[in-house]
């Protein structure tokens, strides 16, 4: 829909003068933008009142062939100049990564524009200063789209949950952690099968790097806990773990005992401060977020008020981001004329971030060993000695050409320092034949 069209049709009593926006990035996110709002512009107006008018764009290759249509827009060759513009009213930012797209971030926002991003590694590691300049300036940085793609999450929390007094969020916002971890407990193959086949066939990014070392996931979690824990906008105090150790006999292990393996996003209240971590971790199959499968996304917020609340979606892809980006726009179309400056997400007084050995949870353990008397009170000795309950122990065929006996133990939950030190101590057992191979369960919300 063009402006003039939008404005025609705009409902009586609306305002007609357009938003203009100028848009920086014409990659998957920025195109899925574009003809998402040649879409569903329409809907957008009448939602808003406003009209959203993508006035120009910027990208690194202007003669790269695109399959949209870029018909009206006016292209900008140097970013820097769109963001200098005077007759913008947002700066779209869908470059990603932190430079350029923080310089001209923070040029838009000097400049008294809003700023809509789905930045999350910007956010993660610069957000509380481009929050701080966008408050002296009067405008807003807005970041739907910067976690979990379609899913409203921050909206959900800014907006929806405002009058609760937040307990946990705990979910799965990475779904290439997922797609891989789904296809290892389906096919029974390892981690670095299957990321190979992902890969040959386009299921991760061109550098699926962050998203296996679970730093995608640290990033998100930084967000979502500076709004429902006033927590200060940076992802280096989240306790962060991937997935390549992660072992497909402990999959096939863990369905057995009742059990699916999942990389989680945890951030938690306890009295002592806030857990934040993010880590392959074991949950009940009956947990809602176990039957989350292949790359959608997930995530169990829980509000004193509220109870448990869960959301499930597209985490990323053209559309779905769109979707996101699109409802940031229409807020600012909504709200601007009557000023709605930054307000600060991260508390004058912010909780205390507990470290990784603070943190709760039960355990799963995978030792071989040797088959004769006494091997299993000498385990379960050093257990209860760190002050480890048992919960269940199995013990297993010998795996094809094993002559050693593999013993699993589920514990009930306690301080990953207990954990620590009855590891220092089983890995000296001489019965032990290997590694004590451990994982993290969530028996909780
Ligand atoms: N690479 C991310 C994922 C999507 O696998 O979830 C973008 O945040």
Known sequence: MSPQEARARAAPGTATVPLRVGLLGLGTVGGGVVELLHRNGELLLRRSGRPVQLVCVSARDATKPRALSLDGLEFVPEARRLVERPDLDVVLELIGGLEPAETLVRAALASGKHVVTANKALLAARGGELL????QNGVRL????????????????REGLAGNRLESIIGIVNGTCNYILSAMEEQGTDFAEVLKAARAQGYTEADPTADIQGLDAAQKLAV???????????DDKVHTEGIAEVESVDLRYARELGYRLRHLAIARRRPEGIEL?????????????????????????????????LLRGAGAGASPTASAVLADLGDLAATVPHGHPEAPLDATDPPRVLTATETLSAYYLRMQVEDRPGVLAGISGILSEAGISIEAVSQKEPLQGERHATILFITREVPEQHMDAARARLVKLPILHGAVTWLRLLHTD
């Open 132 to 135: 701080a300049l966008a408050r």
């Open 142 to 157: 807005a970041f739907e789209a910067a976690v979990c793609g379609g899913m409203p999450l921050i909206k959900l929390l």
């Open 224 to 234: 979502l806990a500076t709004l429902g824990f006033g927590l200060p906008l940076r």
């Open 277 to 309: 971590r993010t880590h392959p971790a074991l949950l009940p199959e009956q947990h809602p977020l176990a039957d989350t499968h292949g790359a959608m996304n997930a995530v169990l917020l829980r509000g004193d008020a509220a109870g448990p609340i």
